[in-house]
Nanobody, 115 residues
């Protein structure tokens, strides 16, 4: 059974930093494409960052230069380092893993950025 568990969310002031973690079990993360998504209240879920391999990453324009996605294959974990946080970054952040036609989601972790 595949499980993705996000952690690291919380309340932070604007300009602050948080590091989210997504720990996987039942799947080898390094063999999948892993993405972080977020969903703010009243808005659709949107892609924040994707890591395809150690060298290839992609970011939404809104977070470029502020967020960094990385993976630790030994820990089967993917991280999202979030710096210079803004109130508009407030959302539930979800981890997603895709391999072939299979897709898995975590339950999310809430990030709240106060102004």
């Amino acid at each position: 059974q595949v499980q993705l568990v996000e952690s690291g969310g919380g309340l932070v002031q604007a300009g602050g930093s948080l590091r989210l973690s997504c720990a996987a079990s039942g799947i080898i993360f390094s063999r999948t494409v892993v993405g972080w998504y977020r969903q703010a209240p009243g808005k659709q879920r949107e892609l924040v960052a994707v890591i395809i391999n150690a060298e290839r990453t992609m970011y939404a324009d809104s977070v470029k230069g502020r967020f960094t996605i990385s993976r630790d294959n030994g820990k089967n974990t993917v991280y999202l380092q979030m710096n210079s946080l803004k109130p508009e970054d407030t959302a539930v952040y979800y981890c997603n893993s895709r391999i072939y036609d299979m897709e898995y989601w975590g339950k999310g972790t809430l990030v709240t950025v106060s102004s």
